[in-house]
């Protein structure tokens, strides 16, 4: 077997497709308060009150779902991708371990809950950008892409998940995202204490982690998808990602980020109507 | 209630312990070092290939086996300085050269149509060497010297046993034809050759010898 | 029967307004609506699956572009997703059209309860016509509507394998759904 496995080579069965994210962002469609909508609710936030709730949780369910996927593999490939001692110290590559066990069970709970939402596998695109973070040649990078930023991320869908589920009365989802959402605090965790850790002495290498970090932060926050405004269905959850060893002015930045993201989507959509022959 | 003053025997008339063991504290740091890098191995290669295997239900057993194999070599790590090696990574060797061939030939496989092969690996010839390894070692060590041994084998040993069950399920349900079943046993033999001339997980010797001398 | 759909040409999506009135023709003899003209609006910029239909001659259907989409193929066209949106539209038209909806809300201000429980009638009708249909998905929009319990469950069954319902009889499983 190769070390370092490419993106496109994912295994997957029959049911699933996959597209790139330059692929996903090709898709200037927004789904931000338009005419009827717009009457309908005044926020974007993904709550029971919106009339699209169901099938907004369910999609999100099923890209939380193929994100663990993503997340259980990318973790067991950086067990296997560097030497142990010399590019990725034994005790990291434990914790790789570890969260390749609990992204196996966050799968699990993901497929239950899909199924009890209506949802069947595979019946969503996925987006494999979180496998792509997880690619980088320094496991530094890939704690910082993949532990700091999209684990964060998993953070803030998960509160907006727990939320729903207590609003709506769910037994299960609440319930379940709140496991979760445990472990992936552990996860963030694992990111920024072996992040700081290993670049003790590397200022250099520290700076290009967190430059990373926050390039993947922007393609995530690509649309307004998580911000802490009303208009982002995903809000970002400051008090979780507090305890995750994010710092204030952290916080702040891809607070910043995700804004200006949903800025970008609105003028993206404006623009590609305004360009095309009518 | 007895006599809380009247003189016991230390050793509970059913408690069979004894005093005699096979290995000294060298000879178990060294096996000690072997399982470790072989649980290494394990752990990093079930970890690789989550990402190389379609089936579903595949991917998530490969996702939670890796863990619990780094735990195995976690444990074998915290032991070896308990065993007078300060430096773990000196004995978290392989026993010799043919079991290095072996990991390769085990994690050769990648192809998304080979999970038949990565799992008779795992499941057919590596897990049973594992299994054969602990049962010797624990039914050879003292039972009183070497406890710390002993109880990690036994927590080690209830969790190859169970992810064997599971390997051998999922290989049962992928073997589906007779051209399969040859697949399976021709990769399994392969492996077993190089097994055999490594001598076991530890090199010769990992299971003693069964000839009357 | 007339059926027009807007845009003609669609330039983010790649749908087709032919084959989209197609589908609509085919569902409206499926669904015995034959006598009826449809407006077919499609919104392109937005990725939700929101269908909000007008009773009038033509009757007005506004789509949102994902009714339509084949979401393991996002921005291509679903002819499954599309009868099955157009589906549930035309028989809420349909339901109107009977005189037994007379009292009922505009589509634009059903209350999220009150469309969870006119879209359990009509998807429940619509499998019974052979579309392909995921009972389950319907049961939990129920359930997000109501509540997780069994006596709701119940009440959703009642209204699944319902046919010939008013608008009022709707109304009153629902609130004993509710209740
Ligand atoms: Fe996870
Ligand atoms: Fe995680």
Redesign the pocket.
């Known amino acids: 077997m190769r070390k370092f496995f490419p993106v496109e080579d994912l295994a997957r069965d029959e049911r699933f497709n996959q597209a790139t994210n330059e692929e996903r962002m090709a898709d200037p469609r927004g789904t931000s308060n338009t005419g009827v909508i717009r009457k309908a609710r005044s926020t974007n936030r993904l709550t029971p009150l919106r009339p699209d709730a169901t099938d907004a949780a369910r999609s999100l369910m099923h890209g939380i779902m193929v ?2 996927i993503q ?1 259980l593999e990318g973790a067991g490939r950086t067990c296997f991708d560097f030497v142990t001692g010399e590019e990725a110290p034994f005790a990291l590559k434990l914790d790789m371990a570890r969260q390749c066990w ?2 196996a069970r ?1 799968v699990e709970i993901s497929v239950k809950l899909s199924e009890w939402m209506g949802t069947e596998l595979g019946q969503f695109i996925e987006n494999t950008v979180l496998f792509a973070a997880a690619c980088s040649q320094d496991p530094v990078l890939r704690l910082a892409g993949v532990n700091r930023a999209l ?1 964060g991320l ?1 953070i803030d869908v998960f509160t907006t998940m727990k939320e729903f589920g207590e609003l709506a009365g769910d037994p299960y989802l609440a319930f379940c995202e709140d496991w ?1 959402l445990a ?2 605090v552990t ?1 963030v965790k694992m990111g920024s204490v072996w992040l700081r850790k290993i670049t003790e002495n590397d200022p250099e290498r520290r700076k290009k982690a967190l430059e990373f970090q926050s390039v993947v932060d922007k393609i995530f926050s690509y649309g307004g998808l998580r911000s802490e405004s009303d208009e982002s269905p995903i809000l970002l959850a400051r008090r979780f990602r507090e305890l995750a060893g994010f710092s204030d002015g952290e916080l702040t930045e891809i607070a910043d980020v995700s804004l200006a993201a949903l800025n970008e989507r609105r003028e993206a959509v404006e623009k590609t109507l305004a360009s095309s022959p009518a | 209630m007895a006599d809380p003053f009247k003189a016991r025997n230390p050793f509970a008339p059913w408690d069979r312990r004894e005093l005699p063991g096979m290995f000294d504290v060298e000879e178990t740091a060294r096996r000690v070092g072997h399982y470790k890098w072989a649980e290494m191995k394990l752990f990093e290669v079930l970890g690789g290939w989550i990402a190389t295997v379609p089936e579903i239900d595949v991917k998530l057993r490969l996702g939670t086996h890796c863990y619990k194999h780094a735990w195995h070599a976690e444990l074998w790590h915290n032991r070896l300085p308990e065993l007078r090696e300060m430096n773990p990574e000196r004995l978290t060797v392989a026993p010799n050269d043919a079991m290095v061939r072996f990991i390769a030939a085990l994690t050769e496989p990648e192809a998304p149509e080979m999970t038949i092969e990565k799992l008779v690996g795992v499941y057919r010839v590596f897990i049973p060497h594992f299994i054969s390894a602990y049962t010797f070692h624990l039914n050879n060590t003292s039972q009183i010297t070497d406890g710390p041994t002993s109880r990690s084998i036994k927590f080690i040993l209830q969790d190859e046993f169970d992810d064997w069950r599971d390997g051998e399920m999922l290989i049962q349900t992928l073997l589906t034809t007779p051209a399969e079943v040859k697949r399976a046993s021709e990769h399994q033999a392969r492996l077993e050759i190089l097994l055999i001339e490594a001598g076991g997980i530890a090199g010769p010797g990992t299971i003693g010898s069964a000839f009357a001398e | 029967m007339t059926v027009t759909v807007e845009p003609s040409i669609f330039k983010i999506v790649k749908y087709d307004s032919k084959e989209i009135a197609g589908v609509a023709q085919e569902m409206l003899k499926l669904l015995g609506m034959e006598s009826t003209n449809l407006l077919i609006d499609v919104d392109e910029t937005v990725a939700m699956s929101r269908v909000t239909t007008t009773l009038s001659d033509p009757v007005h259907i506004l789509v949102m572009s994902s009714a339509f989409e084949n979401l393991k193929k996002p921005m291509t066209f679903s002819i499954d997703n599309a009868k099955f949106s157009l589906g549930r539209g035309l028989l809420r038209i349909r339901d109107r059209q009977s005189g037994n909806f007379a009292d009922a809300p505009t589509d634009e201000d059903l209350s999220v309860v009150e469309s969870a429980v006119w879209e359990t009638y009509c998807v429940g009708r619509l499998s019974r016509l052979g579309l392909k249909v995921h009972k389950q998905r319907w049961q939990y929009n129920f359930r997000n509507r109501h509540g997780f319990k069994d006596a709701v469950d119940k009440q959703f069954e009642k209204i699944w394998e319902a046919d010939g319902l008013t608008w009022s009889q709707l109304s009153e499983i629902s609130q004993h759904a509710l209740a």
Do not use: F, Q, V
Request: proline residues 0%; glycine residues 8%; aromatic residues 0%.
């Open positions: 994100g663990e997340a609990d992204e966050h684990e998993a979760m472990d992936e996860h």
